[in-house]
């Protein structure tokens, strides 16, 4: 039963790999994007995002700028989930300043040309507050295409601070859990938003989207994580019960509907866990698609809501993991 298992894991890997180029011709990369001035670029770049998930997930919500002000370049992502229906709006050139933002103590991230913007005081340990509004044209899809579509949507909300993840994902970012809160209005439909969420803000020097990786945020009643899966290894952490403790690698399923996991912590402790997508989505990156996904399940029992969200190639990181557990 072992060895079929993963023969079908091995398979499913190789199945996710060997399209990722195929995915380049999707009918989200229908409209060529000027993101492909910063592909590989080394110049200063900074990013700010709250996602949340409900509680039951019935709706979920993201916001995200990544600024690269050297280039005179933003990206803004905005997603809305509701009832297993996702709306989705991108865009990879939005005009920058060239100021810096993510070390300033307050900083209003947003785009001249676009109803849109993310605002916070304080920062890192010290964030106390963050407000977030939309006022956009969704498309109704799964693999949107950047730019607006036909579908009127809007949100306005605050997310709550509760307190900062102490293991570092990434040197340069910051992650802090909280709750979040919204008022939403997408395609003629108006419903509150309520629940688990995570701020994070990153700045860096280094290539974006350049080296595969699987980033997750999960959280529910007594437990949250935020892990970065990579070449090399895996970061981050799991808080349970309030008590935070390092990552010290994990194994993961390729991207799927579903996807079996494994935390090992550097306490020794192994936390089983599957999640399941609520729904699977695709943003154009350059001439690739980043693969994002709201989900929702377990992690040793306890259940947890987030989001998944992959960035396939080679080197193969699941196989990777799969061969360090192996060693152990």
């Known amino acids: 039963m072992t060895r079929h298992l993963d023969e079908g894991r091995s398979i499913a890997r190789r199945t996710v790999l060997a399209a990722v180029p195929a995915l380049a011709a999707g009918p989200a990369l229908a409209t060529p994007s000027l993101d ?25 919500l993201t916001l995200r700028f990544c600024r690269f002000p050297a280039e005179g370049l933003t990206w803004l992502w905005c997603h ?8 989705a709006f991108t865009s990879h050139d939005l005009p920058c300043s060239d ?15 676009l109803n849109a913007g993310l605002a916070r005081v304080g920062r890192g340990h010290d964030l106390s507050d963050v407000r977030l509004h939309a006022d956009l044209r969704f498309h109704r899809s799964r693999n949107a295409p ?8 809007r949100f306005r909300g605050r997310f709550y601070p509760v307190d900062a993840l102490a293991t570092q994902v990434l040197d340069g970012r910051d992650e802090v859990y909280g ?27 280094a290539p974006r989207f350049e080296t595969p990786f699987c980033y997750a945020w999960l959280a529910g009643p007594t437990a949250a994580a935020t892990t970065l899966l990579i070449p090399p290894g895996a970061t981050g952490g799991w808080r ?3 008590v935070e403790t390092p990552l010290a690698d994990m194994t993961l399923d390729p991207p ?6 494994a935390w090992r912590l550097r306490d020794g402790r192994i936390l089983p866990g599957r999640l399941r997508a609520l729904v699977r989505y695709e943003i154009p990156i350059y001439d690739r698609v980043w693969l994002g996904s709201f989900v929702r399940g377990d992690c040793d029992g306890r259940p947890v809501v987030g989001a998944m969200n992959d960035w396939p190639g080679l080197p193969d990181i699941y196989s990777a993991a799969d061969g360090r557990s192996q060693k152990l």
């Not at 979040?180 to 309520?194: C, D």
Request: aromatic letters at 6%.
């Open 99 to 113: 100021e810096r933002l993510a070390d300033a103590p307050r900083a209003a991230y947003g785009a001249a040309s």
């Open 256 to 261: 799927a509907a579903e996807r079996r996991a």
């Open 240 to 242: 349970l019960d309030g």
């Open 179 to 205: 709750a979040f809160r919204a008022q939403v209005e997408i395609a003629g439909r108006r419903f509150v938003h309520e629940g688990p969420a995570k701020f994070h803000e990153q700045r860096q020097a």
């Open 146 to 153: 950047h730019g607006p579509g036909s579908v009127r949507g």
């Open 80 to 87: 809305l989930l509701v009832d297993g229906q996702l709306y």
């Open 36 to 60: 492909v001035r910063v592909r590989g670029s080394r110049t200063y770049s900074e990013s700010a995002m709250v996602m949340s998930v409900a509680a039951d997930g019935s709706s979920a």
